[in-house]
Structures are given as C-alpha cells and as structure tokens.
C-alpha cells in the first residue's frame, strides 16, 4: 500500500467541501487534498435539475448540475490537490485514511481531516416495509439520478411517501419528466411543510393523504400495486413504482466504522463549536452534520470550519476535553452538540441549531450551569431548522441543558 501526507485531507467535494478546501488554501494552508468518490464534484446538487443554487455565495442563480460545474472552476483556481475517484473506506485515529481507487488501495494521512460526505435519504429496507422485492422502487436522489445521468425515468405512475421539501422536488421532476404520482402519502397528521403541501397537490389533481403509510409493495417484476393503511382501513393503490422522499441521514458510516464519536441524536460526528471532534485530529461541516440543509448553507458552514482548521493548524485553537450538551425529549438533535473552551477565533458554527423529533407545543430553554439564559414558547414542528444564540460565557461552561416543558 502506497503511503503519502498532506496538511488536510477534506473527504467529499460536495458544496461544504468544496467550499473548505478554497477557505484553507486561501488562508495560506500548503497542501490541502480533496478525496471525492466519484467523477465529479458538487455533491447532491449534481442530481438536481431544477434550481436554486448558488445565490448566497455566487451572487447567481444556477441548476444543480451547472453549479457543480462553477465548483469544478473554483476548485481548480486555488491549487488544491483534487482526486476524483477516490472513496475514503476507513479513518484512522491519528489521521491516516484507508482509500480505494482505481489504483487499489491506498494509505493518505494528514496532520487535520475534515470529513464532509453528506446525507442520504432513508431507503425502503431502514423503513422496514413489507412486501415483494419488484424493481421501481426509489429514492428521490436515485430518482434525480436516474433522470440527470441516464435521461430515463424510471416509472410512469408512483405513489410518493413523505411531504418534506424534498417530496416537492420529487413531484415535480415527475411531473416535468412524463409521469404523474397517483397519490402522495404521509403518516404523520401533518405534512412536514406546510405550505406547499396545503396547495400544490390540490392545485395540480394529485390526492394527499395524512395518516397513511404502505404496508405492502405488490409485484413480481415491477411494482404494481402498493397496500396502505389509512385509519384502521387497508386498501390498494395500482401503481407502478414507489418513491421514499426525505427522512435524511448523515452520510456517517465512516465514524461508526471507527472511533471518531458519533453523537446520538444527530446520528452523525459528535462536533464542537469550530466543527471539531473528540479526537482533535478529526473535523466535519456540512449535512453530515446533521441532515439536511441548503447548498448555501453547506457552502458557508464549509467555508468557516475550513477557516478555523487553518487557525488550529497555526496554533490558534486548544483541543481540551469538550463538555457534551444535553437535551430532553423531544429534541432530536443539538449541533454543536460539544463545547470546548478558550477558544479566541470566531468560531465554525456560531449558534445552536436544534431540530425536534416530533411536533409538540411549549417552552424550549437554554440552562447554562443551572441558570436559565434564554426560552421561548412555540409550536415547534420536526425538521425544521431552529436556531438558538449562543450566549456569551457558555464556552466556560461546566453543564449546558435544553430543557423542554409541554403545554397544553
Ligand atoms: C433531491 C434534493 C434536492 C435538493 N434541492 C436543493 C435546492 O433546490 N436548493 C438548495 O440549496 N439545496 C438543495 N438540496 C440540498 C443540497 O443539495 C445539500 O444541502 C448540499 O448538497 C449539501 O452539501 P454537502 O457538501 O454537505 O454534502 P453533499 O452534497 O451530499 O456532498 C457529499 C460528497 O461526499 C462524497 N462522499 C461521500 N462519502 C465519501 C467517501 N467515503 N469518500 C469520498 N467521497 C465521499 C459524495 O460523493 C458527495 O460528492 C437538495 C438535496 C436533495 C437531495
């Protein structure tokens, strides 16, 4: 096996890698390598191709696939050593990588890793839905792949399940690419966003059920029918493929392969306020973080640790034992969901970012060593991006709670 070094390694050239391997190139860093598995970079944006991307940080409105594209220029405008074809297979505890490529496999180590590989949607076998095996049943990625790579679409009349922002971009690459959902299904009593879900479907004829999930996936070859449960009533939808939207989780089977802490809610790496993890040598920026975010945001959040790995690698950040933030149900996930002190650099991710698990009605609050520092009292709604200041002092802390109280 062929052993090389770099300064850092940054592993996934989607939109917060790319974004951190410009940052630490611009901040002087000598050697910043970029590993992507496949040919391209860009990330999930490349599957896309609808739009918007880019505004914040290009200033310009683009298509998923040409901002890819705009990625592939600026990367090759700052002198960063890009290896395409190159999947990251295993992480070691001081910074040495296990890579596979063409070549065979490979050692790489480097003195700092930032790990940003994203998030993918949850497959029909992590939903534990029962049936027949038949082909047509997908991802809205695999979906948007199949359409972007291979110009096909791989079904006529799908039934849809979940109402995410992402469920919308299903329906409407369906709907642009020759085929029309039978019914869009949701088994919670709400959709996850509102908005669209309370007039689009409607507008263009496609049923929307609440409280309705798949039981059963009929067919042999293809899909042709799928049972579902609504109330305590079981019927059948004629179909011919299935469509599993949203539900996204990090791209984090790198960390549970290793020793680099993943945090339990967030089900990606544990992080501190500059993205580090408990292992110092050990960075990560992006969806992996806690999916799933806007290509925007992935662009800024890769950019601000990419300047704050150089700062440590000028001496500027001390890596002490961090102090692990906690929550009560029914808060999902708190990023950062670690906190180290003495850090004098603007930080990585300058508030908490919180999601809830499920809806619920009453007063979130922040204790900082006991004493309450900040509340608010709302309908809080899962998967959505709720952010909370980070007050001043709270990096001294010795316990940092979000507490929950319920109201009726
Ligand atoms: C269907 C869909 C529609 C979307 N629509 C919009 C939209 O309209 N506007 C918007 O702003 N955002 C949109 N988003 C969100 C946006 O695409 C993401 O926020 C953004 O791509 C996240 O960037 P990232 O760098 O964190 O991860 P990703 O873009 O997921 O990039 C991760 C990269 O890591 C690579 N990788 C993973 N594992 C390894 C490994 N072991 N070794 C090497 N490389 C690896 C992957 O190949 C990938 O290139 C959409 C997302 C989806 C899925």
């Known amino acids: 096996m062929s052993q090389q070094s770099s300064d850092v390694i940054v592993i996934g050239g989607g939109p917060s890698g790319v974004a951190a391997a410009i940052a630490l190139r611009q901040a002087g860093v000598e050697k910043v390598t970029l590993l992507e598995r496949e040919r391209h970079l860009g990330g999930a944006t490349r599957h896309c191709s609808h739009s918007p991307f880019g505004m914040l940080e290009f200033g310009r409105v683009y298509l998923g696939a040409s901002y890819g594209r705009r990625l592939e220029q600026e990367v090759s405008r700052h002198g960063i050593d890009l290896r395409y074809g190159h999947s990251v297979t295993r992480l070691g505890e001081d910074g040495e990588l296990q890579v596979s490529s063409d070549a065979g496999l490979s050692s790489l180590s480097g003195k700092r890793i930032l790990v940003t590989t994203g998030t993918r949607e949850l497959p029909r076998s992590a939903r534990m839905v029962s049936g027949d095996r038949p082909v047509g049943v ?64 409607p507008l263009v004829g496609i049923p929307f059920h609440l409280n309705a999930r798949i039981v059963d996936i009929v067919g042999r070859a293809r899909v042709e029918a799928v049972k579902i449960q609504r109330g305590s009533v079981i ?84 890596a002490d034992t961090p102090v692990r933030i906690t929550y009560d149900d029914p808060v999902k996930l708190v990023v950062p969901n670690l906190l180290r002190s003495g850090s004098t650099i603007p930080v990585g991710l300058e508030n908490f970012q919180l999601r809830f698990l499920r809806r619920a009605k009453g007063t979130l609050t922040l204790e900082v060593d006991g004493v309450t520092v900040w509340r608010r009292r709302a309908n809080w709604m899962p998967e959505t991006r709720i952010q909370v200041p980070r007050p001043a002092g709270v990096l001294n802390a010795d316990k940092v709670h979000f507490g929950f109280q319920a109201q009726a």
């Open 138 to 201: 997908l991802t809205t990625g695999a979906l948007q792949a199949y359409v972007a790579f291979h110009k096909i679409m791989p079904f006529k009349r799908p039934v849809i399940v979940g109402s995410e922002l992402v469920t919308m971009s299903a329906i409407m690459t369906c709907l642009s690419h020759g085929a029309r959902p039978v019914a869009v299904l949701e088994p919670r009593d709400h959709a996850l966003v509102s908005a669209p879900f309370s007039w689009f479907p």
């Open 235 to 318: 019927e059948t939808l004629e179909c011919d493929g299935v469509l599993f939207s949203g539900q996204f989780t990090p791209e984090a089977s790198l960390f549970q392969m290793s020793r680099v802490e993943t945090d339990r809610g967030s089900l990606g790496p544990a992080v501190d306020q500059n993205g580090r993890c408990a292992n110092p040598i050990y960075f990560a920026a992006g969806n992996v973080l806690r999916a799933v975010e806007t290509g925007g945001w992935a662009y800024r959040e890769g950019r601000a640790i990419g300047r704050t790995i150089a700062a440590d690698l000028a001496g500027a950040i001390p």
